[in-house]
């Protein structure tokens, strides 16, 4: 689903027009996003959670040339779905 989709489905399905659903998203998802990078967790009841994640520094080797190169510890998103949604899979 694109977000043209997941904009057009809202604005049918709550009576808005579509520049009111696109805003509503925006917002949304602008505040999911905030609350993830203060390295806080956002959760959807029944959905999943979305979490900042550590990664370490490690060791990898380019494929190309077998050099071994040094790559640094960085973070993440990462998504959790809930029971609720697994169990529909």
């Known amino acids: 689903m694109t977000k043209a989709e997941l904009v057009e ?3 049918v399905q709550s009576n808005m027009t579509k520049k009111a659903a ?9 505040n999911i996003g905030t ?6 967790r956002f959760s959807y ?3 999943g959670t979305w979490s900042m994640r ?3 520094a490690r060791k990898i080797r ?4 077998n050099e071994i190169m040094k790559l640094k510890a960085s973070k993440t ?13």
């Open 35 to 40: 609350a993830v990078k203060r390295d806080e």
């Open 9 to 11: 489905a809202v604005s």
């Open 62 to 65: 380019n494929p190309q040339t």
């Open 77 to 89: 998103i990462g998504f959790r779905p809930a029971k609720e949604l697994k169990q529909t899979l």
């Open 22 to 30: 696109a805003e509503l998203m925006d917002v949304v998802f602008q």
């Open 45 to 47: 009841p029944g959905f």
């Open 54 to 56: 550590s990664r370490k």
